[in-house]
């Protein structure tokens, strides 16, 4: 079906809310609060959970979503692939910030609108964030792991006070991240190609001014459009020595075999992650001890969570509402 055919049955077919599907995909949804799913049941509408409690495939998510009018959207790929297999659909409201696995542009092609909540996760990425630099600096994921081992060393870490914090990405969770670690004593400079000029109590540096200037690297930006690592085999080498990088943004961002080379080498002193190339994650930093990986767990604060959630159902009914007085 071509996307004109789509958009024409779209704004042709007779909206009828009561009994209206509304797929919401991501792993785990309304476990801690039951408003989001309240704001469903109110408008007469049937919610197709995710069955699998993981991401979905490009099949699955198109086998799951027929005949469903809205998403309440993980991070399953919504490619052109899935979009244009799924005629009836109106709206993909996105559970979180990133719209990389999500075709935006075929979803405008076909006439879908497409949200997401930038704001649910904002303070629970840049707790996470500041949570890693503690956990990194004082090494306590290498001794609590040696307790377990029956290994009883003390190892000597470092102060989080006055370490220069570079923020690559200055949105509103580097943004965010920046207030916290300012808070604890930290120089903090940001590099963000969209923001010209300083900003706040903050200043702009270059990549590679920055990249040799922080103790702490952290990451708070989107994927290139092209793909490219923000933090490539170059750019890592270009770390100031003894360095620690953090990427609590998106996979891909970061060369992860370099960076395994480069912790192996000594020349950085440690890493967090919590989002990777290829989730699950199962490479070379699992093996290296003074790494610390959680499994995409940014936005998992309960507050966080429910925020997100309710966020993602107003969002999705908010513009049900407008297609249906476009219409």
């Known amino acids: 079906m071509s996307p ?54 490009e099949d699955e998510a198109i086998a799951l ?90 190892r000597m870490g470092s102060l989080l006070l006055g370490k220069h914090v570079g923020i690559i990405g200055f949105g509103r969770i580097g943004q965010a991240v920046a207030e916290l670690f300012a808070a604890m004593g930290c120089p903090v400079s940001f590099y963000d190609p969209h923001v010209v000029g300083d900003l706040a109590a903050f200043q702009r540096r270059e990549m590679e001014d920055l990249l040799s200037w922080a103790d702490i690297v952290t990451l708070h930006c989107a994927k290139p459009a092209d793909g490219a690592k923000i933090m490539d085999a170059g750019r890592i080498a270009a770390m100031k020595e003894g360095a620690w990088l953090i990427n609590a943004a998106r996979g891909g961002l970061v060369d992860e075999d370099a960076l395994a080379e480069a912790l192996q080498d000594g020349r950085l002193s440690g890493a967090a992650l919590d989002v990777f190339a290829r989730e699950p994650y199962s490479g070379r930093l699992a093996t290296l001890p003074l790494v610390l990986l959680t499994p995409h767990i940014g936005s998992y604060a309960r507050e966080a969570r429910i925020q997100m959630e309710t966020d993602t159902i107003r969002n999705l009914l908010d513009a049900l509402d407008q297609d249906k007085t476009t219409r």
């Open 65 to 154: 979503l027929q005949d469903c009018v809205g998403i309440a959207a993980g991070t399953e790929p919504l490619t052109d692939k899935v979009i244009g297999a799924l005629p009836g659909l109106r709206v993909i409201s996105r559970c979180g910030v990133g719209m990389d696995t999500v075709d935006c542009k075929a979803a405008a092609t076909r006439g879908i609108h497409v949200r997401n909540t930038p704001d649910g996760p904002t303070r629970a990425v840049a707790e996470l964030t500041l949570g890693c630099a503690f956990a990194l600096l004082r090494k306590l994921l290498l001794m609590d792991r040696e307790i377990r081992d029956g290994v009883w060393k003390k």
């Open 4 to 57: 004109v055919t789509a958009a024409l049955m779209r704004r042709f077919t007779p909206y009828q809310e009561t009994h209206m599907k509304i797929a919401i995909t991501t792993s785990s949804f309304a476990q801690y609060s039951d408003e989001p799913l309240r704001l469903l049941r109110e408008r007469g509408m049937t919610a197709v959970m995710n069955p699998y409690g993981r991401t979905l495939t």
